[in-house]
């Protein structure tokens, strides 16, 4: 068998850390989820009514609310959710 060592040989857990990165990963987690359904929705434009110009604007501005999202947790998804309301009503309106 193995030798694992003693109880008193494991490290405690940082748990402070741990809390940290499981915030980030939802924060991440958060603001690609609302980029990928701002991307779709800027698909569905161009595709579905012809207007790539503005499926094109709403992916620049989909990148650029990602970036602003990940780098300002205070922001957040909010950052992202802007262009995915601009491309659900461009879907709605063209």
Known sequence: MADHGHAADI?????KEHERTYRGFVH???VGTLACLAIVAALAVGGAKHAWGTAIIGTL?????????IAAPSVGWRATLVPLVLMLLA???Y
Request: charged share 10%; no cysteine; proline share 5%.
């Open 61 to 69: 501005l989909t990148l650029v609310g990602t970036g602003v999202g």
């Open 11 to 15: 490290p405690q857990m940082d748990y």
């Open 28 to 30: 991440f987690a958060e």
């Open 91 to 93: 879907l709605l309106l």
